[in-house]
């Protein structure tokens, strides 16, 4: 009986050594999937309300991807005193609407089953104000060249996740980088990749257009 008792204790010790070095990565393996955009730098992710479209906002306006396929589902042109670039995007609470932001703070509400703008933002309080969107450090003040990353880092249980230069990525825990995603084919070395978290996925997205899909353990 003790020698039964001292197998089972090894084996369930054996489960959670073999837990915790798993979840020491947190993101398993390569990406489990690709969804390929225009050629344009990936800086801003949102998943809809019910998990089936995929927002994209880039330096050229945004894109919404059916999640499951990847196929494109809209194009949405953005623009902003000459700038296209849109730091950050969100879907309403049904799924409806997007907002767009750009480098200026302006704000864009396209509908999603028309793919058209909205002519006003007066009904749209779902839509940040411009107090927050200053907070956010898009302000009317800010040129062209200024950057904003609004996904710069992330957290997921006990884990930091933090973008750097040429959209390395890092999982942090306890101080220590547990986990580095690079990617070469990164030509800018300005680019901060986006840093979602959905489900049991974690989403990021590369300065040549790829939006990548990691399994979370």
Known sequence: MMQRN??????ALALVLLFSNASAQLAEGPAARTIRTAKAEVTALAVS???DHL???LNKGAEIYDIVSGKKLLSLPYNEDGGTTVYYAAFNDNGEYVVLIGHTGKRVVYD???GKPEPSLIQHRWVPD???VKAMGLDMGNSLVDRFYQQAQATHGDYTVRTGRNGVV????DDKVTRKLEFPENKDQHHRAPLLFWEEWFITGTDDGRVMFYKLL
Do not use: D, N
Request: aromatic fraction near 4%; proline fraction near 9%.
């Open 6 to 11: 001292s197998l089972a204790l090894a084996a």
């Open 49 to 51: 309300p019910k998990g």
């Open 55 to 57: 927002l994209v906002g």
């Open 112 to 114: 999603v089953k028309t």
């Open 130 to 132: 411009p107090r927050a």
């Open 170 to 173: 890092e999982f942090v825990r």
